[in-house]
Every structure is written in structure tokens, then in C-alpha cells.
């Protein structure tokens, strides 16, 4: 089997190059494949290749994120069209020239599902990262307009609003069920609209604060979560007589209701930690609140990471957990068999299920590993075939990634920090420069794989840390509360131990450690340079919070299901005790202790990190004559959507790093880079402040005058 789907990569790079020349689609006429490479023993060490063009990482140039129509009989996927992703369907059988642009560059996509009809895509969007994002159904399949698209039309969401897919009902192929916090801005009602006249009819009105709906196997409304003041969640049962409380979860645990019910019409699947340390799959009778265990971490050290619930029929298929590498556990005979003949097939690699049709015989499998960014392939479980639909990144030269090893190390206070540690190829690994990358949240978790920018930082020849730091989800329950309210303390001792622990052994030279982080990284980013000033020669932050009360008070309206717990976590800016602990821990208190070079990044859109903070930390630190370099783009939010700015960024951070750190850079800049990066960069003595509000003129009274 393995000699039928393995693949030359001259072969496929040169269907990549082609596939990317043409601007759609093109033929692989030409691209004849040569009999398969020798194989490169693994112990060999690799020579230090040139630097890759950092495009090659960062750009979008090629196919991504492709699903399989309920019916099987199209692919609908993201391509690239005048430099913004775009939507794109062809029949699954047909040549992929003929794909069908089906959207427009200048109408953002940031998430979208199939009809269950198969007819129509139904595309969620907001504008310009403002996170409002709003529902559109796409005609794939009707006659397209003068602009060359098929029909679309607004299903839900607006100016102000934000709108989600709830469910998808097999019972009204042409319905979906949304939310929308239209009437209210804090909680979300459910409406079930019917995809081809956008006609809505209200579900439920959310008076009772439900944070997320559960549907049984009729596709009614039968369960929900619903928040309490204390910061626990009530599991509910839902019917034409109220809300009912069936479950009580403590503060603070973790009770996630699927989204689904069990075939048996009568449970619900629910992710839970009550009463255990790692979270477990349980099933919760929403008539007697009975609790039943169906899968833990059989090596008792991580919680459930995902789960797979068929299509059909809602049956549980399989588990799976992120542990220092991926494990996946089948609770179905013959896809385990399956799944065991795809190992074999795709050896060294991890096969990953990401779509399948309404009857489950056909499955996209996107197979992947630390060194490979992904290849897509059709599997059709009748037939036991296999057929490549396309690699992702196809023109990273895969020789040049490098392995991502799982590492421990003691924190401060002796607590066991899991991270990966990637070191550079064709380099000693003694005495390297660092990054360190702390990923955001915090309530999220680095996994083992292929990641961009780890791959990048290492073709500069940096070693790269990614600490998975207390708070972390995935490590159990007493590891994820373990961080509360420990924001710049423990939190991030938990990043300095780890710098440590790589000087300690000789890895890592003292004097050029970097930390680049993003979100809740961008904070720890901004905390470093300022908690540990003698540990970093150099910081980048990007859509860094810096004031934490400031940061809690303008979270938006759509998180109110999260303030308690945001509260209980990170701190309560209500009380005069929380206010003093996020003030001790807010970078922008202490900025003036901040002496390596910083470069900030930020979107003037964020609605989670107030631009504010980022502009507060630019004025404090040049008017103290310190190095600061700010990139502002007028057109993100908290994550950035266009390459061309995601380019412009990394390559002034490149730059950044090699002057600070020493480590290698591209010297080439296109224009288009070099013309954005323009735009984007902001003269630090410019940075006003912000206008004061004017207060309110005073109400005219009915008093006498004195």
C-alpha cells in the first residue's frame, strides 16, 4: 500500500508551482514523478541550509482548510485571490482548474460550515477584526451575478452584533440554528433561520444567562450551560416548561456540554473535571442527572483534548489526547482498523480525520507531523484508496524543518513545566541565542507539530522555547489552578525557570535571550521585560495587554458568561484587593524598568487588548529614552487577517532579532513589504494621549434659585 500513495516532493513541489503560477488552478502536466529519494539515515546531522525565504512560511500560497460536502460530491477550500483568502468549490471529481471562486476578497471569511443540503456555504465574518461577526449563506451552486459570484444573503448579525452557528439540523437540511445577542449584548438568544429565505424563528430568549445549547438526536432543544453569580455553570435541562437545573458544577470547573446528544436520545455528552483532577467524556442523563464515565486518559496524564461523534448517528468514534505527541483512542471496531491501515500508508506521519461526507464512506485526512505542514488526502473507506489533494505551505522546502522535542524542567517552586524545546539545524546546540514563545490565552496550550513560526525562528538559528506555564489547559486541573491570579508571578517564573534550565546546560548563551509572544504571550512578553529586565536582550509583543484592570473592565459585552471566571483567574479589579494584585502585576506600572529593546505590535481594531495600553507603553517608554519600535495596523484586530501585514511584521522582527541577538536574516525585502511596513510602522514621539472625556453637562434642576 505505502508504494501507491508516497510521492517524490520534486514532483510535488512542481505541482505546487504551477498550481501557484496560474493565479487559480493548474494542471500537474509535466510533473513527472522520479522513482522515490534515498533515504536519509535519521542520525545524520543536516548542514545549516540558506535562509528560506520567510514568505515561504508566512504567505498564504496555497490550498487550506478544505471540507467535504455533506453529499460527497464537492470540495470547498480556501485559496488565495488578489492577496486575501478566498472561498473556492469544485467537484470533487473534476480538475482543479475548474474550481469556482465563491467569495470576495474584500468580504472577510473567518469560519464557515456546509448547508447540510450541500447547496450553500455559510460563511461567518466580522470587519476589519472588530470580532461582530455576522452570518451569510452562499448559493455555491445558483448562476453567479455580475461580479461573478453565486448569490449571498445576511442571515443573522449586523453593526454591534456577533452571531454563531449553533447547530446544523439533520432533520431541516435547509435550516441552522444561530445566535445572536441582537436584543442583548451580554447573552445570546437562539433562532433557527431557514438558509434560502433567511426567514428566523426565535428558539429561545437567553433571560436565564445560558452560555451554550445542547440539541438531542430530533434536533430540539433539550440542554444547556448556564452561568452562575459564584462563577459555576448549572447543567439544565430545557422544554416548553422552563429551565432546570440537573448538574451543579463548582467554580472554576471544567463542564463543557457537547453540542450533541447520544444516540439514546436521553444523555448528553459532557467534558468534565467535578470530582477529578484530569478532565474525562461523561454521559449526563438530563432526566435523572445520572453521571456516567465513558473515556479518561488511559496513561492518566493529560485531560480529553477532542472528541469524534459521528455524523449520522451521533455515536462515539474515537478520543483523543495531546499529550508530549498526539494519541487517539477508537471507540469503533472498524474504524480502528481504518485508521490502523492509514498509519501504515502514511508512516512517520499523523493522520487526522477534518471532514467527511453525510454517510461517512468518504474522509478528507489532513496527515501532518513536526517537520511536515500537511498533506490532504481522500480517503474512501469502501475501497481502502487513498488520493493526494494537496499539500499545505507546498513550497517550504520540508528539508530544511527541524524536530520539536518535549522537554521538562522545575519551575521556582519545583512544579514540573512540560514545554518543547526546537534547536536549529547544522548549529552546535551550546552557547545558541533564544526565543522564548510563551503562547496566549493563558487558558491554552502549545502542542507537539508543525508551527510556522518555530520553524522560521529556527531557519535564523534560534533555539525556540514554547513553556506550556501553570495555567495551561490539558495538564489536569491542579496544573491549570495553579496559575490563578498568578499573572507575572509564578506564571511567569515558570517561563524564567525555563530560560535557566537551558543556560544551565550549556544550550542557551545567557546574553541573548528574546521573548516574542502574542495575547496573554504578548503580556508575559511585556511582564519579562519588566519583572526579569537582566534576563532578555530583547522583547516583542503583539497585541499585548499591559494594564490588567483596564484589560478586565473592557473585555466585550459578548463575554459576560466569562467576567466571574475571568474574576476568579486572573483577579477582580472590583475589590480593592484585586485592584491592588492587577496593579502590581500590569507591566505599564513599571515600564520604567524595561531595558531591552522592545518591539510592539498591535491592531487598531482589537476589541480584546485595548490599543490604549500599547499606546501608554510607547510614550512611557521613549520618554525615558528608551528602545521602542511600534507597528500599528489600522486594519486588524487582535489577530492579524492580511498577509501583506503579517509579512510586513515578521520581516521587521527578523531584523529586530538579528541586530539584538545576532542570528541570521533575509536581507531581501520586496517592495510591497518594504511599502506596508511603511505604513504600519508609527514615529514613537508622535503617540498622543488619549483625549480626556468630556463630562456630561450638568441636569437642568427644578430648585429654586439661591
Known sequence: MAATIQLDLDFLRCVSARFIASGVLALV?????????????VAAPPAAPDVPDRALFFADSGIRNAHLSPDGRF???????????????RALREPWEDARRVTDPAQTVDAWRWSLDSRALLALGDEAGNEQFALRAIDVHEAPGPDGLPPARLLAGGKGMRTAIAHLPRSSPRGVYVTTNERDPKWFDLYLVDIATGVRTEVFRNTARIARYAFDTEDRLRAGVQRRDDGGTDIVRIDAAGVHPIHACEPLAHCELLRRFHPDNRRAWLLTN???????????????????????????????DAVGLSNRDDRLLWTAYADDGPRRYFHDATLAADWRWLREGLPGLVPQPISTNAAETLWLIRAWSDTEPGQVWLFDRSRRTLD????????????????????????????????FLTLPAGVPPRNLPLVVRPHGGPWARDDWGFDPMTQFLASRDYAVLQPNFRGSLGFGKRFLDAGRRQWGDRMQDDLTWGVRHLVSQGIVDAQRVAIWGHSYGGYATLAGAAFTPELYAAAIAEAAPADLVNLIRSVPPWWEFFRRELHLRAGDPETEEGRAQLARQSPLHQVGRIRAPLLLVHGANDPRAPRTD??????????RGGVVDYLLAP???????HPLNRIAVTAAAEAFLARHLGGRAQSAMPADVAARLGVLRQDPAMIAPPTPATPPAPAASSAPAQ
Open 388 to 419: 493526494l489533494q494537496y499539500r499545505e505551505r507546498p513550497t517550504l522546502p520540508r528539508e530544511t524543518l527541524v524536530a520539536m522535542h518535549p522537554i521538562r524542567y522545575a519551575s521556582s517552586d519545583g512544579l514540573m513545566i512540560p514545554a
Open 614 to 623: 500599547a499606546d501608554a507603553i510607547v510614550r512611557g517608554l521613549h520618554a
Open 29 to 41: 502536466a509535466g510533473c513527472a514523478a522520479p522513482p522515490p529519494p534515498a533515504v536519509i539515515p
Open 274 to 304: 467535578q470530582g477529578s483532577d484530569l478532565t474525562r467524556l461523561t454521559l449526563l442523563d438530563v432526566e435523572s442527572g445520572r453521571l456516567e464515565t465513558v473515556d479518561a486518559d488511559p496513561e492518566g496524564r493529560v485531560d480529553v
Open 75 to 89: 470540495l470547498a477550500f480556501e485559496f488565495p485571490h488578489q492577496g486575501r483568502m478566498v472561498l473556492w468549490v
Open 635 to 641: 486594519d486588524e484586530g487582535h489577530v492579524f487577517e
